[in-house]
């Protein structure tokens, strides 16, 4: 009830900004539906293509009303326009522009994606032991969630209360086990949904991305949602990356959707780091046997077919799951044990083939 009375609250307060052409924004007909959570304000404005800059005091302005009745919450307004543009091949073959270039984020050296081309396959879970990893081998390193419909870092980490807001409106992220956490899921309340289009979502993701106070990064370490939607080819199109590590189980279901998440990347000219297996074996804890429940070494056969490194397999523990529900990860909780030793492998392996990530 408080979300919709926010909510109603920023709807009357942008009826004092005026568009283009008359009218206020409150009335006009490409306003979204404005998003109220824990911890922020989101909506956005959809314009014909070339009314962006005719648009941008409105923007502005909305920003300005909205921050005055949202009760400290961060405000995300996103300006869009429906231009179905295709590559940048297409679009330069139509004599139109292509997408703006990649723009380094300040303060982070390097990127690293971590995605997979489906869910269930633990992406979100390696993601944040490869992070704690990365710090272990002394790396300044961040971690983003910016798989905003599902998002699993703060579960994982632990992360407790909203992230602290400057007033200038940038995020201050969280502090966990060495890393430097964002993730709109610190802004939800307990089961809440994100519901949002993908202007919205794509927008949130260049907010969460660059109006955080990130410090000096030497590495961000990015879990992307499953699949190849809006927000893999925002980050994409946003930012160079040094590459992306794809996250597969060995069956051949997942492997498929795994492949498909290659293309993509490789379409959009990011370097495949590797693919890592994951729920590669269980070991029974009773008796030692092992048990290949989803099959055994069919990421380790993909990724030589397609000339990819193979970065390593993890396996089905429950020391793994028990400490990531905990929001204890394994790699910093118990690094020296069996079950953290994988994630440094791994770490150290993308580290030799990438030595200029070291400072």
């Not at 269930?120 to 798989?147: H, P, Q």
């Not at 396996?315 to 953290?340: C, F, H, K, W, Y």
């Amino acid at each position: 009830m408080a979300n919709e009375l926010i909510a109603n609250a920023v709807r009357n307060a942008l009826r004092s900004v005026t568009i283009p052409g008359g009218g206020n924004l409150a009335d006009y007909g490409g306003l979204s539906e404005i998003i109220v959570t824990q911890g922020a304000v989101a909506f956005a404005i959809s314009v014909a293509h070339g009314m962006e800059t005719a648009f941008a005091p409105a923007r502005t302005a909305a920003q300005a009303a909205a921050e005055k009745v949202s009760e400290g919450r961060k405000v995300m307004v996103s300006l869009t326009s429906d231009r179905n543009q295709a590559a940048t091949g297409q679009a330069k073959a139509q004599n139109r522009p292509g997408p703006a270039p990649r723009e380094a984020v300040p303060g982070i050296r390097h990127i690293v994606a971590v995605g997979s081309g489906k869910g269930g396959v633990g992406k979100s879970t390696v993601a944040v032991n490869l992070a704690l990893a990365f710090a272990a081998e002394g790396l300044r390193t961040g971690i983003l969630d910016a798989d905003l419909y599902g998002p699993s870092i703060p579960k994982l980490l632990g992360l407790e209360g909203k992230p602290a807001v400057r007033e200038d409106g940038i995020f201050s992220p969280h502090q966990a086990f060495g890393l430097k956490a964002m993730s709109i899921g610190s802004m939800l309340t307990p089961g809440q949904a994100v519901v949002w289009r993908g202007p919205m979502a794509t927008s949130a993701l260049r907010q969460l991305l660059r109006e955080t106070d990130w410090g000096g990064l030497d590495v961000l370490v990015v879990d992307l949602p499953p699949g190849t939607g809006d927000i893999q080819i925002s980050l994409v199109q946003q930012v160079p990356l040094l590459g992306a590590v794809i996250i597969s189980t060995p069956q051949d279901l997942a492997l498929i959707d795994a492949t498909k998440a290659m293309d993509m990347f490789l379409r959009t000219e990011v370097p495949i780091l590797g693919i890592v297996e994951n729920m590669s074996y269980f070991l029974a804890p009773d008796t030692g046997r092992r048990y290949d429940i989803f099959g055994h070494g069919g990421a380790h056969a993909a990724a030589d077919n397609l000339g990819i490194p193979f970065l390593g397999e993890i396996p089905l523990v429950m020391q793994i799951r028990e400490t990531s529900d905990a929001g204890r990860p394994v790699v910093a909780t118990n690094p020296d044990s069996a079950e953290a030793l994988p994630f440094r492998t791994i770490a150290k392996r993308l580290l030799a083939a990438q030595p200029a990530v070291r400072p």
